[in-house]
């Protein structure tokens, strides 16, 4: 006799039926509890709330009670609804705040955003889902819609015509034109369109895919599990989507100085002298370095919170000598824990239940470098403070800073990660891994961060990561994983991280020199000039590749080398203070010209040069035996960094770059703070400034401003306001320069006696300075106050004791 298996469904054939998408149908009802605003339609319905006059939450919901929460992108506290006017008309619902006038139409669910003059920004047209839980919605595109941000993701500036996943993903030598998925996933797409500019952020660290590409007039954003929960951030501009997305998700925490030192890696420096003869040599070759990477084989067999007992026998030691070198080291953390009952921390995980189990209870076991391996289950605070706490294996080293990799989590199977039925236990709310995939590798270094923060004791944590969602730039810099030692990709590390920045991650940057494959001589000096003006500096190459340490090879590329590292160094106030500006706006330290010239239709899409906050502009020279290159010059007199040419900008310009050369110019009127050069950022050769006034001029209607900040560039006591800030001041009137400057905030107190400031390619000849005489420069050296020519541009250096009151000085120009 047959059992009832005789008429399964599958022996009757495959069963079709068709998936229809719901939409919530028209409004049958609104109501508002505590400044929410719950609007449901025939079938589920749409909550909305006002964080702000400029930022609007939507979330879509399909049951009856809708669920607020949110992901740990969002900070808890920009999350309070605020009250605004509602009006209801026959058919629609006005919200309205002092900037904008949301309009939700009644019968359809479709959402108008206008500003004050009536102008549509944004329209979302058709929010809809599948009876299997997917959310899609559809937005107006217009034919001069330019798309930007999406974090890290490869090809041009300019999203328009693509298309994008974000489910972080371990491939390697990814960075192709056409890869839709890398490591890391914000979900905000920013939008310009004519004067207008807005961000979408879409609040769900599953699988989500953003299409710019195959719908004419319109791009969608969808999701394949949980809840559509988007935040429209107004602008008009570039930079308040970018501000108020920040405020939304959080800013970076002003790193370390060390932290934006150069870095040197490679998969792996194998042993302890191997890596102290590495910080010897950049000693010896006056080589600026902060830092040396240890990658994975530092590790006995792969465990993490261990040292090979063969290769690193003494850590304690090496990194004693490192330190009297002023170098640090960074070691490899990746999430996966080696499957080895006599391991501590294997155990105690087991024992405490801090794996990652599917819902039955077993364990999900991936293999990984150290074989079958577990994966903390970082969603639970309890989890993330065991692992927090293991850091202090460590932070007893003298180890300030980790680097997570690996932490998509990359698994090595089919799918490339843990499977989909995976539990995480998220505090007593359990998602599947589907749901929460994303988040995965920025839990862990916000794990990371904070058992570091814990056991450092007042000094400034560094974490480095590969994955990340939204948010992550509370915890990490991220670098753009497994890049190649390719002209292409250099090139591509431009628009890569230029997105990141305006996504929120300020702190970014490429492998220098590439990855995988060989790197070459000219390569690597034009990827190192590049590279010293990224936010974060690390040359890293992999395992079987070429060396390529800045001596690699030979005398000409080393000088090369050891001139621009040296420039980060000179320049580290200045770079400092446009982390400090990160910390506080949220704007990145570089920056793609749209950002800043918004109405220049040539720089739409320009993203082979960029600037170095506001006013410098960096252009790279990224093809082989290239000694010119066009640079775009936008509004503005612009001054040729290497020989103060003046060149009038909004047009194209020829640079001449030898390989020693890389383009760089600077806008007349800027001031550039710099400091003595420093072989890594903490040496103890003082706190000298130099303010640099590029294009001075001694006409009426001259003027330049700047701001420095500066604190022990270590600990967090600037947060208690032990941080000082100097404005400096440059104005003129008929033949005379003034320079004014004073402490706004007096809380550090700087080693130094005296300030200098230097006019570089000024537009006038100096003839006096009042009240100083003119001396020789090796008299200023000594330390006294008066002024020289020096001669380079005509340029002066004028050089007056340092006073917490600040002061001022009249730079008299020469007559005729
Ligand atoms: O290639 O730890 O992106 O920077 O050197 C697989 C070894 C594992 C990937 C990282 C890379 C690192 C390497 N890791």
């Not at 992108?73 to 509602?86: G, M, Q, S």
């Not at 058919?91 to 004050?116: G, P, Q, W």
């Amino acid at each position: 006799m047959e059992s009832s298996e005789a008429i399964r469904p599958e022996k009757m054939g495959p069963l079709v039926m068709k998936e229809t998408w719901n939409t919530p149908g028209g409004i049958v009802s609104w109501e508002r509890s505590e400044n929410i605003y719950i609007c449901r339609g025939e079938c589920g319905g749409m909550v909305i709330m006002f964080l702000s006059d400029e930022i609007v939450r939507m979330k879509v919901f399909r049951d009856k009670v809708p669920d607020l929460t949110t992901t740990a992108a969002i900070l808890p506290e920009c999350c309070i609804p605020h009250l605004f006017p509602v009006e209801e008309t026959e058919n629609e619902l006005i919200f309205t705040t002092s900037a904008i006038r949301l309009i939700l139409e009644k019968s359809s669910f479709l959402i108008k955003v206008e500003n004050m003059q009536g102008k549509v920004i944004m329209q979302q047209n058709l929010t809809s889902w599948n009876p299997r839980g997917a959310s899609h919605a559809e937005y107006d595109m217009q034919p001069d819609s330019h798309f930007y941000g999406l974090g890290e993701k490869a090809s041009f500036l300019d999203k328009r015509g693509e298309r994008y996943t974000n489910w972080n993903t371990d491939v390697f030598a990814p960075h192709l034109p056409e890869i839709e998925a890398l490591y890391e996933s914000i979900p905000l797409l920013i939008h310009m369109h004519g004067e207008l500019s807005y961000g979408l952020f879409l609040d769900n660290p599953g699988r989500s895919d953003f299409d710019m590409r195959s719908h004419g007039v319109a791009f969608t954003i969808s999701c394949s599990t949980g809840a559509y929960d988007i935040y429209f951030i107004n602008g008009p501009h570039i930079k308040d989507v970018v501000k108020r997305y920040t405020s939304l998700t959080g800013r970076i925490p002003l790193p370390p100085k060390w932290a934006i030192g150069y870095h040197q890696s490679r998969y792996s420096y194998m042993n302890q002298q191997e890596v102290l003869q590495l910080a010897r040599t950049f000693r010896e070759k006056r080589i600026p370095c902060d830092v040396i990477y240890l990658d994975i084989h530092y590790m006995d067999e792969y465990r993490v919170f261990t040292f090979d007992p063969v290769n690193f026998p003494s850590p304690d030691k090496m990194i004693r000598e490192l330190g009297e070198l002023g170098v640090r080291i960074v070691p490899i953390v990746d999430p996966g824990v080696k499957k080895d009952p006599n391991y501590e921390v294997y155990k105690e995980g087991v024992l405490d239940k801090h794996f990652c189990r599917r819902l039955e209870g077993d364990i999900f076991f991936g293999e990984v470098w150290p074989g079958i391996s577990a994966f903390p289950d970082f969603s639970d605070s309890r989890t993330a403070e065991w692992w927090g706490d293991l850091h202090k294996y460590y932070t007893d080293l003298g180890i300030q800073g980790i680097w997570n990799d690996m932490n998509e989590p990359a698994v090595f199977n089919e799918s490339k990660t843990m499977d989909l039925d995976v539990m995480h236990f998220n505090n007593g709310r359990p998602v599947t891994h589907e749901e929460y995939h994303n988040l995965y590798g920025m839990m862990m270094s916000k794990a990371t961060y904070e058992g570091l923060a814990e056991h450092l004791q007042g000094e400034r944590p560094f974490v480095l990561t590969r994955a990340g969602y939204a948010g992550i730039q509370r915890y990490a810099a991220v670098w753009t994983g497994d890049n190649r030692s390719f002209w292409e990709h250099m090139a591509m590390a431009m628009p890569m991280v230029l997105n990141m920045g305006l996504s929120g991650l300020a702190f970014a940057g490429p492998d220098i020199g590439g990855f995988a494959h060989h790197t070459s001589a000219q390569l690597l000096v034009r990827w190192t000039q590049m590279g010293v003006f990224f936010p974060y500096c690390r040359n890293h190459s992999s395992i079987g590749t070429l060396r390529q340490e800045p001596w690699s090879f030979g005398e000409e590329v080393e000088g090369i080398l050891r001139e621009f590292i040296g420039l980060r160094y000179r320049w580290m106030p200045h770079l400092y203070n446009l982390f400090r500006e990160a910390e506080v706006s949220g704007l990145p330290v570089i920056r793609p010209l749209i950002l800043e010239y918004p109405r220049d239709p040539h720089v739409t899409n320009l993203c082979d040069q960029y600037l170095l906050g506001e006013n410098v502009l960096i252009a790279p020279v990224y093809r082989p035996d290239t000694d010119h290159r066009s640079v775009y010059l936008p509004e503005g007199r612009w001054i040729d960094y290497w020989d103060g040419e003046v060149h009038e900008g909004g047009r194209h310009i020829l640079a001449v770059a030898p390989l020693r050369i890389m383009p760089m110019y600077v806008r007349e009127g800027t001031f550039v703070a710099e400091g003595p050069l420093k072989q890594y950022a903490q040496e103890e050769t003082g706190e000298m400034i130099i303010f640099h006034l590029y294009g001075a001029q001694a006409e009426e209607g001259f003027s330049a401003s700047y701001s420095l900040y500066e604190d022990d560039g270590h600990s967090f006591s600037y947060r208690k306001g032990d941080y000082s800030e100097m404005r400096v001041h440059a104005e003129a009137e008929k033949g005379r320069l003034m320079l004014k400057w004073s402490y706004t905030m007096d809380g550090y107190k700087p080693h130094r006696e005296t300030l200098r400031f230097a006019l570089c390619y000024p537009f006038f000849e100096t003839a006096a300075v009042e009240g100083l005489g003119e001396i020789s420069i090796e008299e200023l050296d000594e330390g006294r106050a008066g002024w020289t020519r020096n001669g380079k541009g005509g340029s002066i250096i004028v050089q007056v004791s340092e006073s917490r009151d600040g002061g001022e000085l009249v730079i008299v120009a020469a007559q005729g």
